[in-house]
């Protein structure tokens, strides 16, 4: 009896394990692969596996199959490369197992493709009739695709007013992702603009979005599309006519310079504020990272030094560390000394030198 019993309680055990596996991946990497990897190569390996097929497909073109198969097969069940390798691993090892009558083979190295890539095309300009009709079966019977699920992580209020964003986490086949689209349009606007984002390894994907030049409420309308490498789309959040919306909320009064919700107030030529995306080019605002790229790194860390990303050290100097407060205070500081000179210099007889002209515009 005692037997049994210890039995059923390790039976139990097991089968609690069997199900988290399945609920999270943590312990079994298999069942974990049907959510997909966010976890990305290098560029060095990413390289090194572009010139590996190149390699891999000279040897199919000189019949050496036996030396192409293992390295294909390896590359195909990396889920770190990016999808457009993936794809390509894929269409080699088919043609491989098409060359050595491995029908069985050919027919799931195929349906793993066109799962995810519905709309590939054979990139071997020559490619036989023979593998050209085989593919041509597998996307025809292949009626069951990858469906990317994502789901939106809406910012708190404080963080759209600082920074208006669309927050998406993949959750379901990352790496069948070649790329994800924001499509988004706000205020007055009506027209979309689309915005490539690509995910971390967390599977978190953002796009900042350049804010309107307004004290007021206003919204910001999106939404979120999934494409393979052939531009197939895989999954989406939203329509173009239902999209899903967040709201900037209304700025409140500003009273502390220091507080980074209210950077823009006092200084509105920082990085990433509305007058430099109005006005890209103001000699101000030439510096601005966030109108170069306003989802590059350099952009997130010029907004945000104190991020895990950014951070070099443990300066808390608030406003006062900040490079673009002294390049502003500076120029302050350069325009005051200029009318000093002006105003404490006068005589009736002319002085020698120049000055460069400048204009002063009140706030």
Not at 122 to 129: G, H, L, T, W
Not at 194 to 220: F, G, H, L, S, W
Not at 286 to 299: A, I, L
């Amino acid at each position: 009896m005692r037997y049994s019993h210890c039995m059923r309680i390790l039976a139990y055990i097991v089968g609690l394990t069997l199900v988290a596996a399945v609920s999270f991946g943590g312990a079994f990497p298999g069942l974990a692969r049907a959510q997909g990897s966010c976890v990305r190569a290098d560029a060095a390996k990413i390289e090194a596996t572009q010139k590996r097929l190149g390699e891999l497909k000279e040897m199919l073109l000189y019949a050496r199959y036996a030396e192409a198969r293992g390295p294909l097969e390896e590359l195909s069940k990396d889920t770190t490369l990016p999808a457009r390798q993936r794809v390509a691993s894929f269409e080699l090892l088919a043609m491989l197992q098409i060359a050595i009558n491995d029908e069985e083979g050919a027919r799931g190295t195929l349906k793993d493709l066109y799962s995810r890539d519905p709309d590939h095309r054979v990139e071997d300009p020559d490619a036989s009739p023979k593998v050209l009709a085989a593919f041509r079966r597998a996307k025809q019977a292949t009626v069951s695709h990858v469906n990317v699920q994502m789901e939106n992580i809406v910012p708190t209020r404080e963080l759209l007013r600082q920074q208006p964003m669309v927050k998406v986490r993949v959750i379901k086949f990352a790496d069948a992702v070649d790329e994800i689209y924001v499509h988004y349009r706000q205020g007055e606007s009506s027209d979309f603009v689309r915005m490539a984002i690509a995910p971390d390894e967390k599977c978190i994907a953002q796009a900042i979005i350049p804010p309107v030049n307004t004290q007021d409420e206003y919204d910001i309308e999106f939404y979120v599309e999934a494409v393979a490498p052939s531009g197939a789309n895989i999954g989406s959040m939203g329509f173009r006519t239902t999209p899903l919306k967040v709201t900037v909320p209304a700025a409140r009064a500003c009273t502390d310079p220091n507080d980074a919700a209210c950077r823009c107030e006092f200084f509105p030529r920082s990085p990433g504020c509305p007058y430099c995306f109005d006005h890209p080019d103001e000699t101000a605002c030439s510096d601005d990272p966030c109108v170069r790229d306003p989802n590059g790194k350099e952009c997130r860390c010029a907004q945000n030094p104190k991020a895990d990303e950014c951070s070099e050290d443990d300066d808390d100097g608030g406003l006062f560390s900040q490079w673009w407060f002294w390049t502003i205070a500076g120029a302050v500081v350069i325009g005051g000394t200029v009318a000093g000179i002006a105003l404490f210099s006068q005589s009736d007889d002319p002085l020698d030198g120049s000055l460069t002209s400048g204009t002063l515009k009140p706030r």
